[in-house]
């Protein structure tokens, strides 16, 4: 029930005769309520602002990514021909932006996704505005948005510039796409809308269930899905699975796609854990953390919760089934299952079994049912609001606490991976938290903590090349080249091509009078990556070592182009009086 349609007596001061609550004739009203919002949401992410890169894909896409150093027509062609083993070429344009503005200077990089993230706060209003002409029902919705904590983490982490930038585009899309439903001058609308869509791509590859979304639209409206026109979303499709199939052909090609031991039963199972994970979490977001790795076994072997998620799906599909007469909340249910139906596990995707940022756009969905709810309740329960007003108002700051906390995590490396291995447990997927942790302490000084972390790596998953590698650097760094050239060794057994271990061993070999291994080591190195300057100056040492000061100064020399200072100084010492 709306409250300009509420007939009972009101008290005097009633705030709906103050306020119109379902209709704002003036505009002022939601313009308030709107600034109220972002500066509210903005409470809950400033502190990013001040935190630097982090250690898990930051690397890949930012900062150790020459890629985004140029921006010209060659990197356009690298960004558009699949990057970083992904397909988000518009998030690499931006980040060449950045680059080329500020460089390496985080705060931009944080502030940009902020201001992504307020501005998709505000089209989450404007969005559920067009869909319900109740005020609280957006107002809840955006706030809810805008300040949950399980947006940290699209917020937080410069890499998921991709998660705030996709969802832009996705809402400006699908407000764009009302305009067209119900504007006399359609063309331009629907162009804007495919525009959108295109862009949205562009930025992630989840954008491509935007189709199914307009159809959802369409469904909301037309109260059935009899009446949908299908002719206009053909586009929209055509693009979807033209860009769908190019999404999984590049996760595939840098192995992000699981194929062993794969069980259909098993998946959906997971996949129903999932779905549930984030309406718990969305209730109590507590313990969040950058991953959850996926459960170990086979089969059916899976912990309790998961067959218990699975009875809860089962439970609330039939709850929205029961009251499906309302569009509000069978539009909200699928709106928010088909923007996590590609995260879901049915196709085995990375290590993790959830994601926070999963939940970045899906959360519209379930948002706006919470908004039309408390509408509801604000409606029908006029002479309680002196309760339900305070209540909404420590539910918010409780909010904006737990999300500032989150916000710590993210502070650096080290902090961002405590936070996951506080809870950790046996599992191997967990290898890769501590081996990332174990980097950060490495990098931080801290060689011993750095030690047990890729200990414990190995441990956990003794397939782990990287791990062994970056153990036997410490080995070495305390003169220890035995253990060191074990650790490279067993490095090399599981990746027989891995370029960095091969110098490393070949580094080892020649402090322990191996010249002839520590040579073939370089020399190998160099086959599998032609333009290693570290690798091409250590084999540039060895030929001086055993007198061949020409082949020397020739490897130098090379290196040096390649930007290698110490080849540099080499050439200057060794090289340049024999020319």
């Keep these: ?108 990089y944080h502030v940009t996704n902020e201001i992504f993230h307020l501005a998709n706060t505000a089209l989450v209003f404007f969005l559920a505005s067009r869909l319900k002409p109740g005020i609280v029902t957006a107002s809840v919705a955006a706030l809810l948005f805008g300040i949950h904590p399980l947006h940290i983490e699209s917020v937080a982490w410069v890499t998921e510039l991709k998660d705030v930038l996709y969802t832009f585009f996705f809402l400006a899309g699908l407000i764009s796409y009302m305009n067209y439903r119900n504007n006399t001058v359609k063309t331009r609308y629907y162009i804007f809308t495919l525009l959108f869509f295109i862009l949205s ?10 189709p199914v979304i307009i159809v959802l639209i369409d469904y909301y409206f037309e109260k059935s899905f009899s009446g949908i026109k299908w002719l206009d979303k053909l586009p929209f499709f055509v693009i979807a699975v033209f860009w769908g199939v190019l999404t999984i052909s590049t996760q595939s090609e840098m192995g992000a796609v699981g194929h062993e031991n794969y069980f259909l039963p098993r998946q959906i199972i997971i996949a129903t854990y999932g779905v549930m994970f984030y309406i718990v979490k969305m209730f109590v977001p507590i313990n969040l953390a950058v991953f959850y790795p996926l459960p170990e ?43 996590t139906a590609l995260v879901l596990q049915i196709i085995p995707v990375g290590m993790a079994v959830t994601a926070d940022r999963y939940f970045y756009l899906s959360s519209f969905g379930l948002f706006i049912i919470l908004g ?82 890729y200990s414990k790596a190995i441990e956990l998953k003794t397939d782990k090349a990287e791990a062994y590698n970056n153990r036997g650097l410490i080995f070495a760094m305390k003169n220890d080249f035995e253990a060191a050239e074990v650790d490279f060794t067993k490095a090399l057994s599981i990746y027989p091509d891995f370029a960095s271990a091969l110098n490393n061993r070949g580094n080892v070999r020649r402090a322990l009078g191996d010249l002839t291994g520590a040579f073939d080591d370089y020399n190998t190195a160099i086959k599998c990556k032609p333009e290693y300057a570290d690798a091409i100056s250590n084999r540039g040492i060895v030929y001086f070592i055993t007198g061949d000061t020409a082949s020397a100064c020739n490897d130098w020399q090379q290196a040096a182009n390649l930007g290698s200072n110490n080849a540099s100084n080499y050439v200057q010492q060794y090289c340049s009086r024999s020319e």
């Excluded at 791509?201 to 935007?210: D, E, I, P, R, Y």
């Excluded at 998620?309 to 089962?314: H, W, Y």
Aim: glycine share 6%; proline share 3%.
């Design 297 to 339: 076994g086979t089969g059916f072997s899976l912990p309790l919760v998961y067959y218990l998620s699975f009875a809860g799906i089962i439970a609330l599909s039939f709850i929205v089934y029961r009251f499906r007469k309302s569009a509000m909340l069978v539009f909200g249910f699928l709106f928010y299952l088909v923007n």
């Design 201 to 210: 791509c562009l930025s992630k590859g989840m954008a491509v269930v935007f």
């Design 372 to 453: 039309a709810g408390f509408e509801w309740m604000f409606n029908k329960y006029r002479k309680q609001k002196f309760i339900l007003i305070p209540v909404a108002i420590v539910i918010t700051f409780s909010l904006i606490m737990i999300s500032n906390h989150q916000t710590s995590n993210w502070r650096n490396s080290i902090s961002l991976w405590d936070n996951v291995l506080n809870s950790a447990n046996t599992n191997p997927r967990y290898s890769v938290a501590y081996l990332n942790r174990g980097n950060a302490r490495s990098d931080a000084g801290d060689i011993d903590g750095a030690f047990s972390d």
């Design 1 to 108: 029930m709306k409250a300009s349609s509420y007939k009972g007596k009101q008290p005097k001061d009633d705030i709906s005769k103050k306020l119109d609550l379902s209709v704002d004739k003036s505009g002022n009203l939601r313009t308030v309520l709107l600034l109220v919002i972002l500066v509210l949401s903005l409470l809950a992410i400033y502190k990013s602002a001040g935190y630097g890169f982090v250690n898990y894909d930051d690397d890949v896409y930012v900062y150790n990514n020459s890629s985004i150093r140029e921006l010209n027509f060659s990197s356009l062609v690298s960004f558009l021909t699949g990057n970083v083993g992904q397909y988000p070429p518009l998030v690499m344009v931006v980040f060449s932006l950045l680059y080329h503005f500020f460089g390496l200077e985080p705060t931009a």
